[in-house]
């Protein structure tokens, strides 16, 4: 095995696994970053959901070898890439109910919010299609028009 290096979070890090191992598991088992979850393990959910090269992607079926020299952030890390007002609101409005989910949709909300800086409804729809079972659907909605209403 080769060290592959990433820079997560803004810090580098070079990681001697199997270069099969997806992000995801990378992320929580070898840096300690447990922020993002897993939900599905087939990219469906979004629970997993990262800024991978400053794109939203579900990091649950991306090896890591395909993501050597990256930029990933992942929740723990997006306040200090655009997303602090975001996370703010997200608690004044009461977003997260079991919160399992919210660390992506989270991610997926500051990704549309950098492309689309005031999304109508059906925007939110396409960009932010990860799965609450709570249903906390309306309050996601709330926050991301808030945020685009009120940038930090």
């Not at 990933?72 to 602090?84: D, F, R, S």
């Amino acid at each position: 095995m080769a060290a592959i290096r990433l820079r997560v979070n803004g810090v580098a890090q070079s990681l001697d696994i199997d270069p099969a191992t997806p992000l995801l598991w990378a992320l929580r088992d070898h840096l300690g970053m447990t922020g993002t979850k897993f939900g599905c393990g087939i990219a469906q959910c979004g629970a997993c959901t990262v800024h991978l090269n400053g794109e939203a992607t579900r990091s649950c079926q991306v090896p890591l070898e395909s993501v050597a020299n990256a930029e990933i952030v992942t929740i723990e890390g997006l306040a200090h890439h655009g997303g602090a007002r975001l996370q703010t609101l997200w608690n004044e409005l009461n977003v997260p109910q079991c919160g399992y989910c919210q660390a992506g949709i989270l991610m997926a909300a500051a990704d549309l919010l950098k492309k689309i800086p005031r999304p109508a409804d059906a925007d939110i729809d396409a960009a932010v299609s990860n799965i609450c079972r709570c249903g906390t659907y309306p309050r996601v909605r709330a926050a991301i028009h808030r945020a685009a209403l009120e940038p930090a």
